[in-house]
């Protein structure tokens, strides 16, 4: 896999739990309702839903997030010292 | 060896000190930051009135970010040992060949002087970046952590400073020899 979809890759997995955290807090009141009605429905309970929901999008944003950094400055390193060579 | 070649040959370890140190604090520093923006405005307000097997929500998530970033700084700890180190030996050296000498016990001063002043400037950062999570822990919790924060940076940084003076001491001695010789 090349470097440059590599950093595409981490970026849009970074940015798709964060989109969704940056919506439930815009429409907070709205997606619990929803969250809250999809766990009755499945008949588990949204206490446990809600903040297994957080938690995760918190993970996913944090790990995918600092992959996106470390391959960014990574690739910026290795350019230069590709220059550097020249 | 003369003092000014040793000074060039330590300012390069500097430099490659630094070209290896530099880009691994620049992602940890970057990653934390980063972290703690997201947990500061992103999902601390989302987890607000939420609680996990009886643990409020927003303490779960300070308590994850918190491990997650010391995990972080413990890694680049060494790091900016060595940075500190090598700055702190160029400096003696470039201070030296100035004078055209430079003794071990002033390259020590140099280190204990530098790592006091960094180690302060670091956890004071860390602490302001921290204090917000360690109030949702317990009010308490973040006073108690400045109380020691306090204590810990005045001995470092009279040690620093007892450091510092002890050069600063043979610059005015030396000037003031100067002087004396001046006005014979």
């Known amino acids: 896999m ?15 739990p964060l989109s969704i955290a940056l919506i439930m807090l815009k429409y907070r009141n709205l997606c619990m309702k929803y969250i809250t009605a999809l766990s009755d429905y499945l008949g588990i309970a949204s206490d446990y839903i809600v903040p297994l929901i957080v938690i995760t999008l918190f993970l996913l944003t944090i790990i995918f997030s600092a992959l996106l950094i470390r391959t960014i400055v990574n690739t910026l390193l290795s350019q230069q010292e590709k220059k550097g060579e020249k | 060896m003369s003092v000014s070649e040793k000074a060039r040959e330590v300012y390069l370890e500097a430099v490659r000190e630094i070209r290896d140190s530099v880009p691994k604090i620049i992602i940890n520093i970057g990653i934390a930051v980063l972290i703690w923006a997201f947990t500061k405005y992103v999902f601390v307000p989302i987890s607000i009135g939420y609680q996990f097997m009886n643990i409020p929500l927003p303490q779960l998530i300070s308590l994850v970010m918190l491990a997650a970033v010391a995990i972080l700084v413990l890694g680049i700890i060494k790091e900016v040992f060595d940075i500190v180190d090598a700055l702190a030996a160029y400096c003696a050296y470039e201070l030296g060949a100035r ?3 430079v003794s071990e016990e002033e390259i020590s001063n140099y280190k204990v002087g530098f790592r ?31 109380l020691i924060v306090v204590i810990w940076s005045v001995l470092v940084l009279l040690r620093s400073g007892k450091a510092f003076s002890k050069i600063v001491e043979e610059y005015a001695a030396e000037w003031a020899k100067k002087l004396e010789e001046k006005a014979q």
């Open chain 1, 2 to 16: 090349s470097l440059k979809s590599k950093i595409f890759i981490y970026f849009i997995l970074s940015l798709i």
């Open chain 2, 99 to 101: 004078k055209g000498e």
């Open chain 2, 116 to 146: 006091g002043f960094i180690y302060v400037i670091i956890v004071a950062l860390l602490f302001l970046l921290f204090k917000d999570f360690l109030d949702v822990f317990h009010p308490v919790l973040s006073a108690l952590v400045l």
